[in-house]
Each structure stands twice: as structure tokens, then as C-alpha cells.
């Protein structure tokens, strides 16, 4: 009777090994135990378990328009990541400010997410998600089990930069509230506040 390491499995059934410990909790999989504790995967059993209906989520997100090159750029590049990876991906685009948690496309990956139906997230970067409280849709993921890969985690900005971009973000969103997002007033605060960030 051939018996598979944790690993083993989740790479046979083409899941995460979240996934295995979610079907192990639900009743839907019972592996049995080495005297070290390590879990140890029938292999009939596994096949005889049907795929639940999951699917690798890809979320792009920009803040205005006139981003929309970066938007197709974070596209391109999380397809490309998924295909390497043999990952059929569905991708969420948002546009909208990491501040604001009401984007349509933040709403339905929340929902996909805690309807048990996204294998894996897969983000370009961290700030890419929400600009404050990733963490927050990180910890529905382990809930959920939903495996989290963010591509370009070596490529984190300073801490400097981030409290520039941080900081620049807060002040267009208010000025967008207070002078209207498509009026003169607004874009030339904005774009002051741009060049005043790029040379800090």
C-alpha cells in the first residue's frame, strides 16, 4: 500500500498542503501518523477524493487611470508567474486606493476566499492588495486555507519610501474628498505632493 509524505500528496492532487490540513480537519482525509508524527497519505484514499472547485486567484491593483501601464504590467507578470508554475489563473483587477476596502474586486476575493474556492493568492507585492491590513486577508487565508505568494518579496521598498508613498496616498484620497478627484485643485496638489515624494 504506497504511502505519500505530505508534499508528495498536495503536489499529486495539484493542491497546497493548507489544503490537505483543511480536508484532514473537515473529516474529508484521515493520513495516518509515523512515530515522529509525520503524516503519511494513502494514496487510494487520495484518489478517491474529488477536487473541490479551487482555483489560483492573481489581484492587480493601481490607484488612478493614469496607471493603467502598471496595471497591464502586474497582469502580464502573474500570468506568466502561474503559467511556470502549471496554475490556471483567474485574475482580479482593481482600481482604487489601498485605503479603500469597498473596490468590487477586493469584495469578490474576500467572498471567493471564505467560500473555500481560492487554492492559492497570488499578489506582486505586498502593498499591491491594501496599503494598510494585508495582514488582515492574510489571516483569512490561513483560515481558509488559501496558500499566499507574493512574486517580488526581495524587491520590499525602504522604509522611507514606503512611509513617502504611505503618506502621499492618505493626502490624495482626503484632497480627492475635499476638492473633488477630477478637479484642477486636486490634480495640482497631487502632483506637487508627487514631486515633493520622489525627492525624499
Given amino acids: 500500500m ?19 490540513r483543511r480536508w484532514e480537519a473537515s473529516g ?10 509525520h503524516r503519511r497519505y ?34 502580464q507578470i502573474l500570468e506568466l508567474f502561474c503559467a511556470s508554475n502549471g496554475w490556471q489563473v483567474e485574475i482580479i483587477q482593481d482600481l482604487g486606493s489601498g485605503l479603500n476596502y469597498s473596490k468590487k474586486g ?5 467572498n471567493l476566499i471564505t467560500d473555500n474556492q481560492v487554492e492559492r493568492l497570488v499578489i506582486t507585492h505586498k ?22 505568494i507574493i512574486i517580488n518579496r526581495t524587491e520590499d521598498s ?24 477630477r478637479s484642477h485643485k486636486n490634480k495640482k496638489l497631487v502632483e506637487e505632493l508627487k514631486d515633493v515624494a520622489q525627492k525624499l
Avoid at 505519500?4 to 498536495?10: H, K, N, P, Q, T
Avoid at 499529486?12 to 493548507?18: A, D, E
Avoid at 525602504?158 to 476638492?179: H, K, M, P, Q, W
Wanted: contains cysteine.
Fill in 158 to 181: 525602504s522604509f522611507e519610501e514606503d512611509l513617502a508613498n504611505d503618506v502621499l496616498e492618505i493626502i490624495t484620497v482626503f484632497s480627492a474628498r475635499l476638492y473633488g478627484s
Fill in 127 to 148: 502593498d499591491r492588495l491594501l496599503r494598510f491590513g494585508s495582514e488582515l486577508i492574510f489571516s483569512l487565508c490561513e483560515i481558509f486555507g488559501t496558500e499566499v
Fill in 106 to 110: 477586493l469584495k469578490r476575493l474576500i
Fill in 42 to 75: 494513502d494514496l487510494s484514499q487520495l484518489m478517491g477524493i474529488k477536487q473541490e472547485l479551487s482555483f489560483t486567484i492573481g489581484y492587480a491593483r493601481v490607484s488612478s487611470h493614469d496607471q493603467k501601464e502598471d496595471l497591464n504590467r502586474q497582469v
Fill in 28 to 37: 474529508k482525509l484521515i493520513p495516518e501518523r509515523t512515530v515522529t508524527g
Fill in 2 to 20: 504506497t504511502k505519500l509524505s505530505i508534499s508528495e500528496a498536495a503536489k499529486l492532487k495539484g493542491v497546497s498542503t493548507q489544503t490537505l
